[in-house]
């Protein structure tokens, strides 16, 4: 009997990234207007990024930052990273609630689990180091690891690698949904955080709260 394999997006399906989000993406606008490059009074584009959640960091900077040179937006990235990354450390971040016992569920069931996210690879070797995910993720992948940023081919790369046929993604933005539908694997949309209707209405399962995966989830084996 064939594996049913589940590749998770990270941010806004296990990872609560609203909880750092805010206060990263603030501290990282003091920076930029301790060196003049954003308006004192302006408030930060918490709001714009929140509706580009999803989709590469170069693409979050060229839409937060459409005035600023390349030079500039590489700055901010590597500082926002470094932010992120210490917010993590200090425990401000949270997984969703359930998320270890649907992963060591489906470890413990036979279904093998892999991340794919637009995440870069400290920031997600941070999420994975401080909650120990490596003791159920088989492996985590980053869309860095894919010239094109194209979050399709960095599922194809992952199916390529373990040799399976069947399984499904699990996210929350349309790039998860696509990235699903585009390798043939089911897509299940999440309707946490970030996620938006006319995206979820796309996807082929929506869920409300991971532990429904432990139901659903038998229903797919083959």
Request: aromatic share 10%.
């Amino acid at each position: 009997m064939q594996s049913f394999s589940i590749i998770f997006d990270m941010d806004g399906t296990l990872f609560q990234t609203d909880r750092i989000l805010e206060i990263s993406l603030e501290e990282t606008f003091e920076h930029l207007k301790s060196r003049d490059l954003w308006d004192k009074e302006a408030p930060s584009p918490i709001e714009t990024y929140r509706a580009i959640m999803g989709v590469p960091l170069p693409q979050v900077w060229e839409t937060l930052l459409p005035e600023h040179s390349d030079e500039i937006r590489a700055e901010v990235d590597r500082h926002f990273l470094t932010t992120l990354i210490a917010n993590i450390q200090k425990g401000k971040g949270a997984l969703y609630a359930g998320t270890l016992e649907v992963l060591a569920y489906l470890k413990e069931n036979g279904f093998p689990v892999y991340i794919a996210s637009n995440g870069l690879k400290p920031y997600l070797a941070a999420i994975v180091r401080y909650y120990g995910l490596d003791a159920w993720v088989t492996e985590t992948f980053s869309i860095e690891q894919i010239d094109s940023l194209d979050k399709a081919e960095l599922v194809r790369s992952i199916i390529e690698k373990y040799g399976f046929e069947k399984g499904a993604v699990v996210g929350d933005r349309l790039s998860d949904i696509r990235a699903a539908q585009t390798n043939g694997l089911l897509a299940i949309g999440c309707r946490f955080d970030f996620a938006r209707e006319e995206e979820l209405a796309q996807a082929d399962i929506v869920i409300d709260h991971l532990q429904e995966l432990k139901t659903l989830i038998h229903q797919f084996r083959v």
